[in-house]
């Protein structure tokens, strides 16, 4: 394989290589790398003097899971990636040398891995790590052991309150989706995971492909000696990405309710979902639902004051309507102090819901958060970790950072209709899905 040229890719791919102009918020040079085998690399100065943050994004998560019984491989994968290949077999031990610290996590959508370490060690990383990516070994052995460690994980974060409640709401919440499934998968299926070796191995081959990672390096580092890195370490990896089958969620023809019981000691937490759009960085609708989350239900909003501050009825109350890669759950939950309050809580948020579908939001709330959105962006932008960071979301849903601007330019696009529309075409009946959770035998 060889590397395109950055003059034929600016041909090929107007934004391919390009420093920022005036009219995007995202305030540093970067350039685009893109190889003949599909693999992006996005090049970005930024963050201190002498460091690097190495930032290698697999569009594959618990989403991708489509095929039954095999619930939390991405998430199985993120261990095994430690586990080494035969040119270096011990990963810890080479980045415990360079000093670097490195770390991975997997979502719905997404596994991601990282090193933050001085830009000197810029070409032994890119070995490291490009290696790893195209010639993970591990033995039948090892897959055991770690699949006996995942269990443990998932036994410990199962019986915590909301671990216990975010697994039995997706089950209320998706009937066909992927998304039915938490990120460290059902019980039974983690329990079988001993036995999947075979399959590891062929999860691997069809995901962990060229075509689907992107590698962001944010730093002071000499952008024309990366592009050569990039070409070396990286060119040979074969494609061969096997997008999976994911099923869409129906339409919704009713609410959905239940109560779940806690084995052991909990206040009642009470969750009202819905199902939201994908994210998209120019639909103005999926981005006024963000903003609806934040003015309807974030810490600056009426129902906040009153219910946690004025009332003290709440410990506390979340609105959580950040988007994902498929329509997701816009969330609001709030854990209850009193059991016997639980009703009134409820309908306190209903009402708000329907004040948002009936009214526009104030004003100054809504200039406010759309400010504290762009500028809290931007505030975040102090490392090159945070700035490698804060690209992940475009990518995972896109493929490119070149979505950012476009988000934030439909952001300021975005009108105080817009978000009544959205809670019109989002916070209906149909699309709703409530569960509490209380403690065993109250």
Same mark, same amino acid.
């Given at each position: 394989?060889?590397?395109?040229?950055?003059?034929?890719?600016?041909?090929?791919?107007? &934004?391919? =290589?390009?420093? #920022?102009?005036?009219?995007?918020?995202?305030?540093?040079?970067?350039? %685009?790398? /893109?190889? @003949?085998? !599909?693999?992006?690399?996005?090049?970005?100065? &930024?963050? =201190?003097?002498? #460091?690097?943050?190495?930032?290698?994004?697999?569009?594959?998560?618990? %989403?991708? /899971?489509? @095929?039954? !019984?095999?619930?939390?491989?991405?998430?199985?994968?993120?261990?095994?990636?430690?586990?080494?290949?035969?040119?270096?077999?011990?990963?810890?031990?080479?980045?415990?040398?360079?000093?670097?610290?490195?770390?991975?996590?997997?979502?719905?959508?997404?596994?991601?891995?990282?090193?933050?370490?001085?830009?000197?060690?810029?070409?032994?990383?890119?070995?490291?790590?490009?290696?790893?990516?195209?010639?993970?070994?591990?033995?039948?052995?090892?897959?055991?052991?770690?699949?006996?460690?995942?269990?443990?994980?998932?036994?410990?974060?199962?019986?915590?309150?909301?671990?216990?409640?975010?697994?039995?709401?997706?089950?209320?919440?998706?009937?066909?989706?992927?998304?039915?499934?938490?990120?460290?998968?059902?019980?039974?299926?983690?329990?079988?995971?001993?036995?999947?070796?075979?399959?590891?191995?062929?999860?691997?081959?069809?995901?962990?492909?060229?075509?689907?990672?992107?590698?962001?390096?944010?730093?002071?580092?000499?952008?024309?000696?990366?592009?050569?890195?990039?070409?070396?370490?990286?060119?040979?990896?074969?494609?061969?990405?096997?997008?999976?089958?994911?099923?869409?969620?129906?339409?919704?023809?009713?609410?959905?309710?239940?109560?779940?019981?806690?084995?052991?000691?909990?206040?009642?937490?009470?969750?009202?979902?819905?199902?939201?759009?994908?994210?998209?960085?120019?639909?103005?609708?999926?981005?006024?639902?963000?903003?609806?989350?934040?003015?309807?239900?974030?810490?600056?909003?009426?129902?906040?004051?009153?219910?946690?501050?004025?009332?003290?009825?709440?410990?506390?109350?979340?609105?959580?309507?950040?988007?994902?890669?498929?329509?997701?759950?816009?969330?609001?939950?709030?854990?209850?102090?009193?059991?016997?309050?639980?009703?009134?809580?409820?309908?306190?948020?209903?009402?708000?819901?329907?004040?948002?579908?009936?009214?526009?939001?104030?004003?100054?709330?809504?200039?406010?958060?759309?400010?504290?959105?762009?500028?809290?962006?931007?505030?975040?932008?102090?490392?090159?970790?945070?700035?490698?960071?804060?690209?992940?979301?475009?990518?995972?849903?896109?493929?490119?950072?070149?979505?950012?601007?476009?988000?934030?330019?439909?952001?300021?696009?975005?009108?105080?209709?817009?978000?009544?529309?959205?809670?019109?075409?989002?916070?209906?009946?149909?699309?709703?899905?409530?569960?509490?959770?209380?403690?065993?035998?109250?």
């Amino acid at each position: 394989m060889k590397l395109l040229t950055m003059a034929a890719l600016a041909l090929a791919l107007p &934004a391919t =290589a390009a420093a #920022q102009g005036s009219n995007g918020i995202f305030p540093f040079d970067y350039h %685009r790398v /893109e190889l @003949e085998n !599909g693999f992006t690399a996005y090049l970005i100065d &930024a963050g =201190a003097p002498d #460091q690097i943050a190495y930032v290698s994004m697999v569009r594959t998560g618990s %989403r991708d /899971e489509w @095929e039954p !019984g095999r619930s939390g491989f991405a998430h199985f994968f993120e261990h095994m990636m430690f586990r080494g290949t035969e040119k270096y077999p011990d990963y810890d031990e080479v980045t415990a040398e360079m000093g670097a610290a490195r770390n991975a996590f997997t979502s719905n959508d997404m596994t991601v891995y990282y090193l933050v370490a001085s830009n000197e060690y810029l070409e032994k990383i890119m070995d490291l790590e490009s290696d790893r990516f195209m010639n993970l070994k591990y033995s039948e052995s090892d897959f055991r052991t770690e699949a006996g460690a995942v269990l443990g994980e998932y036994q410990q974060s199962a019986t915590t309150p909301f671990g216990f409640l975010n697994e039995r709401l997706r089950e209320v919440a998706f009937d066909e989706h992927t998304y039915r499934h938490t990120t460290i998968g059902y019980e039974a299926d983690v329990r079988a995971m001993p036995e999947g070796y075979e399959y590891s191995l062929s999860f691997h081959q069809r995901y962990y492909r060229p075509e689907n990672v992107v590698l962001v390096i944010a730093g002071d580092f000499d952008f024309e000696r990366a592009e050569e890195l990039i070409e070396e370490h990286y060119g040979d990896w074969q494609p061969g990405y096997v997008p999976p089958q994911i099923t869409p969620e129906p339409d919704h023809t009713a609410p959905r309710r239940e109560t779940v019981e806690y084995p052991g000691r909990t206040l009642p937490v009470l969750t009202v979902n819905y199902l939201g759009p994908e994210w998209s960085p120019t639909d103005e609708t999926a981005v006024a639902t963000e903003v609806l989350g934040r003015v309807a239900f974030g810490s600056n909003s009426d129902i906040y004051r009153k219910l946690v501050i004025d009332e003290r009825k709440v410990q506390f109350l979340s609105g959580n309507f950040g988007l994902s890669r498929d329509p997701d759950l816009l969330s609001i939950a709030a854990m209850v102090i009193n059991p016997n309050d639980v009703s009134y809580v409820e309908g306190e948020i209903q009402a708000t819901v329907e004040k948002f579908r009936e009214e526009l939001v104030n004003e100054d709330l809504f200039e406010d958060t759309k400010s504290n959105m762009k500028y809290g962006f931007l505030m975040g932008l102090e490392t090159a970790q945070s700035v490698a960071f804060s690209m992940i979301e475009p990518v995972i849903n896109t493929g490119g950072i070149e979505a950012i601007d476009q988000y934030y330019n439909t952001l300021d696009s975005v009108t105080r209709e817009d978000v009544r529309d959205a809670a019109r075409e989002f916070l209906v009946p149909n699309n709703k899905t409530v569960v509490i959770m209380v403690q065993e035998g109250s």
